[in-house]
Structures are given as C-alpha cells and as structure tokens.
C-alpha cells in the first residue's frame, strides 16, 4: 500500500507552472489510513476568477515508486475527495 502522497510538487515554485494556478489548496489527512484495503483522499482546490485549473494527485510508495495517478483533470474550485483501493 501506498505510504506517500503528493499534491503538486511541494518544491516546484507555483510561478513555474504555465497555466492558471489556484490561490491555495489543501491536501487532508488520508482516512482511515493508508494500511486499509482502501483509503478516502480529501483536498480542495482554490478559486481562481472561477476558473478550472488542472489537478493531479498521485500516490508513491515510501521507495518513491509512482504507483497510480488517482486524480488528472481540470477542475474548478472546491473540496474533493477520492478513494483509493
């Protein structure tokens, strides 16, 4: 089971990004854990001029393997979650 999740690259600077970027956005504690069969995954992305902005959320295991990319899409402002099995 996946031990790391990343949203966005936290070392890569917001101005690097060419597109739209949201104001903030929040990556939430994973629940029940990750050492279930499946874990529920909560953000929420920043307004932006109501615009959509792309969105990806991927899961690493703690070799820093990419093991899926659960989210990879354009969306607009607001809180989301996602469950991973």
Same mark, same amino acid.
């Given at each position: 089971?996946?031990?790391?999740? &990343?949203?966005? @690259?936290?070392?890569?600077? #917001?101005?690097?990004? +060419?597109?739209? %970027? +949201?104001? @903030?956005?929040? #990556? &939430? =504690? @994973? !629940?029940?854990? +990750?050492?279930? +069969?499946? $874990?529920?995954?909560? !953000? $929420?992305?920043?307004a932006i001029r109501e615009?959509?902005? =792309?969105? %990806? #959320?991927? /899961? !690493? @295991?703690?070799?820093? %393997?990419? /093991?899926?990319?659960?989210?990879? *899409?354009? %969306? /607009?402002?607001? *809180? !989301?979650?996602?469950?991973?099995?």
């Amino acid at each position: 089971m996946a031990k790391i999740i &990343e949203f966005f @690259n936290s070392s890569t600077p #917001l101005g690097s990004f +060419p597109a739209l %970027q +949201p104001l @903030n956005f929040t #990556l &939430e =504690q @994973n !629940y029940p854990n +990750p050492f279930n +069969p499946a $874990t529920v995954i909560s !953000y $929420t992305v920043g307004a932006i001029r109501e615009s959509s902005v =792309q969105v %990806q #959320l991927t /899961i !690493y @295991n703690a070799s820093g %393997q990419k /093991i899926r990319t659960v989210v990879d *899409r354009r %969306q /607009i402002a607001g *809180r !989301y979650s996602v469950v991973f099995n």
